[in-house]
């Protein structure tokens, strides 16, 4: 069974820094593109980052680009997203997702987990 | 930046057809995929590549892309089909993942 389980959310006050991990099981993680999609309260869907199968091709949206970094350890099964100078307007449900290909659909996707940004 | 443009909510009655449409440049160019969202919970793949129904998703759903507008139908709507949905593409020119606005569909 495909697994995606978010650690490393919490509160964390701007211009600050906090590392989200998605550990992975159920399937050849390195076989696969990861991404990183976040969703603020009551708002809709936000693509953060992806990432393919060997890190050769890393992509940000322009809202996160020069301060998050996108990772991945094939060998932990784990991808890992690094938010610094964090902003109130990054507050969301950050969810990692998998995607059997370089682009293209999210097959499966993690429950999230939560990033608050406040004083 | 390439923008996805969604009604912002659907009403239907049980039994009916929901029709979700997003609207995009040329989005008939591009490969469409929907989601859908209940409340807490993550989103789950409904449609891939336009219309293909991933395992274990209803016949109910159905999709359809050309020209500027990208369909997601939902035939003999039921209770548990009320969630928001979202559409998504992978924009080449920016290299860049774009989701649509989102539409609430509320079964009446």
């Known amino acids: 069974e495909v697994q995606l389980v978010e650690s490393g959310g919490g509160l964390v006050k701007p211009g600050g820094s906090l590392r989200l991990s998605c550990a992975a099981s159920g399937f050849t993680f390195s076989s696969y593109s990861m991404n990183w999609v976040r969703q603020a309260p009551g708002k809709g869907l936000e693509w953060v980052s992806s990432i393919s199968s060997s890190s050769s091709y890393i992509y940000y949206a322009d809202s996160v680009k020069g301060r998050f970094t996108i990772s991945r350890d094939n060998a932990k099964n784990s991808l890992y997203l690094q938010m610094n100078s964090l902003r109130a307007e990054d507050t969301a449900v950050y969810y990692c997702?998998?995607?059997?290909?370089?682009?293209?659909?999210?097959?499966?996707w993690g429950q999230g987990t939560l990033v608050t940004v406040s004083s | 930046s390439y923008v996805l443009t969604q009604p912002p909510s659907v009403s239907v009655a049980p039994g009916k057809t929901a029709r979700i449409t997003c609207g995009g440049n040329?989005?008939?160019?591009?490969?469409v995929h929907w989601y859908q969202q209940k409340p807490g919970q993550a989103p789950v793949l409904v449609i891939s590549?336009?219309?293909d129904r991933p395992s274990g998703i209803p016949e109910r759903f159905s999709g359809s892309n050309s020209g500027d507008t990208a369909t997601l139908t939902i035939s003999r709507v039921e209770a548990g089909d009320e969630a928001d949905y979202y559409c998504q593409v992978w924009d080449s020119s920016s290299d860049h993942y774009v989701f649509g606005t989102g539409t609430k569909v509320t079964v009446l």
């Open positions: 040329n989005i008939g160019s591009k490969s």
């Open positions: 997702a998998r995607v059997p290909g370089r682009v293209g659909q999210y097959d499966y």
């Open positions: 590549y336009d219309s």
